[in-house]
């Protein structure tokens, strides 16, 4: 099935490439590979963008860039190859989300009204929840890590704001204690997109939240995903 869904997006994306446009290619993290199209003038992304997961020689996401916008239906995968997602960017609308994919999360919709807090739409990132994970996890035990957290479940919760754009903050839980959050300066190789919550045409602040366990793998450090009913 998957296969036979990539065929399609790079039939799709690879009609309306130019034979002159030049593939780049750049190391995220020692387990994830950038690849994508530029225009002539090497700056411009124009055609195929793909992350690749070196871990089982798969992918995370594939879609395509228009005059350095993204554009078509992009498709999401999980660490297995399964399809997490599809989002239209001409539609600006998520076609398939598998609910699996958001059973490691907590999200929390910022309302007073509690009847809009529950009923509100949940943030999503595009990206694949595990991706995103690794990435932001990296950066965090990158400038944070010491071997007193090694093994210890971590909070990483993006603060998104009504436009989508988010602030993150991870804390430590210590024998049922959270330490006092770390704030993070993230930015990210590939640049999360978030769609914020929303309730009709009404876009909510809220916070979007992974368990993790922390480890410090051979060559770089990891966040490995962790869901609290499965230590």
């Known amino acids: 099935m998957k296969k036979q869904i990539l ?9 309306s490439a130019s034979a002159q446009e030049l593939e780049k290619t750049a190391e995220i993290t020692k387990t994830v ?3 994508y199209n530029v225009a002539p003038d090497g700056k411009t992304k124009e055609g195929l963008y793909s992350l690749k997961n070196l871990s089982n020689k798969g992918l995370w996401l594939r879609g395509s860039y228009a005059n350095n916008a993204r554009s078509g239906t992009w498709y999401f995968f999980d660490s297995k190859e399964n399809l997490a997602m ?3 960017y001409d539609q600006k609308k998520v076609l398939f989300l598998d609910p699996k994919s958001l059973s490691n999360v907590a ?3 910022l309302s007073d009204d509690e009847e809009v807090a529950k009923t509100a739409s949940a943030p999503i990132p595009l990206c694949p929840v595990e991706l995103y994970v690794s990435l932001i996890g990296n950066k965090v035990a ?5 071997k007193a957290n090694e093994g210890l479940v971590a909070e990483i919760t993006a603060h998104i704001d009504v ?9 430590y839980q210590i024998k049922d204690k959270k330490t006092r959050p770390i704030e993070v300066a993230f930015t990210p190789s590939f640049p999360i997109e978030w769609l914020p919550s ?15 366990k922390v480890d410090e793998a051979k060559d770089e450090y990891n966040f490995n ?7």
């Open 7 to 15: 065929a399609i997006a790079m039939l799709a994306t690879g009609l």
């Open 33 to 35: 590979q950038l690849s």
């Open 86 to 88: 599809r989002y239209s």
């Open 107 to 109: 999200v929390k919709v």
């Open 142 to 146: 990158t400038e944070y890590y010491d």
């Open 163 to 171: 436009n989508g754009k988010a602030t993150y903050s991870v804390a």
């Open 198 to 212: 929303k309730l009709g045409d009404k876009k909510l602040p809220s916070e979007f939240t992974v368990f993790a």
């Open 225 to 231: 995903r962790f869901r609290w009913d499965q230590e």
